[in-house]
């Protein structure tokens, strides 16, 4: 069964740093894009960050500067790291792996979630 688990959600303070984590061990990550979406309480989901299989990256207007994406395909691990953290970044985070040849191979993680203190 395909699992993604993110970790490494929290309390921040305003300006602070937080770096996320999303075990992917139960698939083979290299073929997957990897991404990171964030859904605050009462809103949609959107896209934070993604990295394709190549390690091309792409982030939202809103984090562009402040946060980076990465993989790590020998730990099967993907990581966001977060810097000068504001309230307007508190959500649930979440892990997204997607094929880029099968869309039915379409997988999510459960959340961690970030909360930024003013």
């Known amino acids: 069964q395909v699992q993604l688990v993110e970790s490494g959600g929290g309390l921040v303070q305003s300006g602070g740093s937080l770096r996320l984590s999303c075990d992917a061990s139960?698939?083979?990550?290299?073929?997957?894009?990897m991404e990171w979406y964030r859904q605050a309480q009462g809103k949609q989901r959107d896209l934070v960050a993604g990295?394709?299989?190549?390690?091309?990256?792409n982030y939202a207007g809103s984090v562009k500067g402040r946060f980076t994406i990465s993989r790590d395909n020998a730990k099967k691990m993907i990581h966001l790291q977060m810097n000068t953290l504001t309230p307007e970044d508190t959500a649930v985070y979440l892990c997204?792996?997607?094929?880029?040849?099968?869309?039915?191979?379409?997988?999510w993680g459960q959340g961690t979630q970030v909360t930024v203190a003013s």
């Open positions: 990295i394709d299989t190549g390690g091309k990256t």
């Open positions: 139960t698939i083979t990550i290299e073929y997957y894009n």
């Open positions: 997204r792996a997607i094929h880029p040849h099968n869309p039915g191979l379409d997988f």
